[in-house]
């Protein structure tokens, strides 16, 4: 069973391109999960969904990120116009439905903003 | 989701017991009790969680209090490659959707030779 699967491990952008990341839940996981972690910072909840579905997506920035769970496919975490700012490792976490239940993370994707 | 406080930092010595500390003295009863790592640049990585019971895997033992406001989680016999940052997180479950993790600060172990 393979693990929490994000791509790109690093991704390189210029200022105001966007920026997509993905992330493949593990096998019979429908609730993924997106923080960020700045350098020297601890990690952030950005997002939670379910497929098809926001649940909560109270940590996300107001503006330029999206995030989708399609019913195919994996979870995309969408920056558009990126900024120096942007430039952190992000991760994916996916959980299976039952209650009490532990999250397993991906590797992340490093994204620098140059 | 309640707060949890760790210390900052923590040194042991390799081959003996790492035993760090939490408080989470707002727990509710529907709140569960989490252990992550993280290894440096690494996705965090689930060590064990429990409600109220001590619980016991094949990374470590989670030793929860009576009165469920403090934890601690023993790493039996550290290795080097247990360095890591040691997440305490107390996280709810309700109507069957599982919340999100709430990370803190966290404790940086180091495992010295």
């Known amino acids: 069973n393979a693990g929490v699967m994000q791509n790109p491990r690093h991704l390189v952008r210029r200022r105001g391109q966007e920026a997509r990341l993905r992330c493949s839940p593990m096998?019979?996981?429908?609730?993924v999960y997106w923080y960020r972690q700045l350098p020297e910072e601890g990690l952030k909840f950005m997002v939670y969904?379910?497929?098809?579905?926001?649940?909560?997506e109270s940590g996300m920035p107001k503006e330029r990120f999206s995030a989708e769970f399609p019913k195919e496919g994996p979870s995309i975490l969408r920056i558009q116009q990126v900024v120096r700012g942007d430039s952190a490792a992000y991760f994916c976490?996916?959980?299976?439905?039952?209650?009490?239940?532990?999250?397993?993370f991906g590797q992340g994707t490093r994204l620098t903003v140059v | 989701d309640a707060k949890t406080t760790q210390p900052p930092s923590m040194d042991c010595a390799e081959g003996r017991a790492a035993n760090l500390p939490c408080n989470h003295s707002t727990i509710s009863g529907n709140e569960y009790v989490y252990w992550y790592r993280q290894i440096h640049s690494q996705g965090p990585q689930y060590i064990i969680h429990?409600?109220?019971n001590n619980e016991t895997n094949e990374m470590a033992s989670l030793i929860i209090t009576e009165d469920r406001k403090s934890s601690t989680l023993i790493l039996p016999h550290a290795t080097l490659r247990d360095t890591a940052v040691y997440y305490c997180i107390v996280r709810v479950f309700s109507s069957g959707s599982a919340r999100q993790l709430t990370f803190g600060s966290g404790t940086q172990l180091t495992v010295l030779p």
């Open positions: 096998k019979g996981h429908s609730h």
């Open positions: 429990g409600l109220k």
């Open positions: 976490a996916s959980s299976p439905r039952t209650p009490n239940t532990e999250a397993f």
């Open positions: 969904l379910q497929k098809e579905n926001i649940i909560d």
